[in-house]
């Protein structure tokens, strides 16, 4: 059974940058995987996609030209690199796996965006 | 995109049934067969519920169930369990791998 891992949240400056990880754990056979955010007491949002091999990623319009999405199937790890950070972008990051739905969700990593 | 349309609450009584929408567009849900729904209980990761429209992860209990008519969604939940208290999203495939999420029902069992 696959298990989903997210690090590398944490308190950042406007303007600043995070990388977030995904790491799986257990029966690893690369897939889709997805970053969904949600600020806590509002709704989930889709923010990124990556497909098995890395070579198709698309981004949700808000974070178009500051997020990138890559993945290395060698650590079984996807990473989301986020840069010139907003407050708006203060959210639980979550990874998930899967194209069209995520059928294993990491727990998830807090990012806050606060001078 | 905007974000799928689903009433912010809905409840019922242990062992009724309750019925969420999530309205989209022919963008989005009308023209795609890849409509998701997630439970999500407080300080949880989500979990996947319906996939497909009406499709069923294993160890997915069959009182909850989805369908598709035009550009809305829903979701059943029949036979209303205290654990069914949660908040529930929809989700659809938009074309050109974009995912988009409703805004979240919250289902209270009274």
């Known amino acids: 059974e696959v298990q989903l891992v997210e690090s590398g949240g944490g308190l950042v400056q406007p303007g600043g940058s995070l990388r977030l990880s995904c790491a799986a754990s257990g029966s690893y056979s690369p897939y889709w995987m997805q970053w969904v955010r949600q600020v806590p007491g509002k709704g989930l949002v889709w923010v990124s996609c990556?497909?098995?091999?890395?070579?198709?990623?698309n981004y949700a319009d808000s974070v178009k030209g500051r997020f990138t999405i890559s993945r290395d199937n060698a650590k079984n790890t996807v990473y989301l690199q986020m840069n010139s950070l907003r407050v708006e972008d203060t959210a639980v990051y979550f990874c998930?796996?899967?194209?069209?739905?995520?059928?294993?969700w990491g727990q998830g990593t807090t990012v806050t965006v606060s001078s | 995109q905007s974000a799928l349309t689903q009433p912010p609450s809905a409840s019922g009584s242990p062992g009724q049934s309750v019925t969420i929408s999530c309205t989209g567009t022919?963008?989005?849900?009308?023209?795609?067969?890849?409509v998701s729904w997630y439970q999500q209980h407080p300080g949880k990761a989500p979990k996947l519920m319906i996939y497909e429209v009406i499709k069923r992860p294993s160890g997915v209990p069959d009182r909850f169930s989805g369908s598709k008519s035009g550009n809305t969604a829903s979701l059943t939940v029949s036979g209303l369990q205290a654990e069914d208290e949660a908040d529930y999203y929809c989700s659809s495939y938009a074309g050109s791998n974009n995912l988009i999420f409703g805004g979240g029902t919250r289902l209270t069992v009274l």
């Open positions: 998930g796996r899967g194209w069209a739905a995520m059928d294993v």
């Open positions: 022919s963008g989005d849900i009308g023209g795609q067969k890849y």
């Open positions: 990556i497909d098995s091999d890395g070579g198709t990623t």
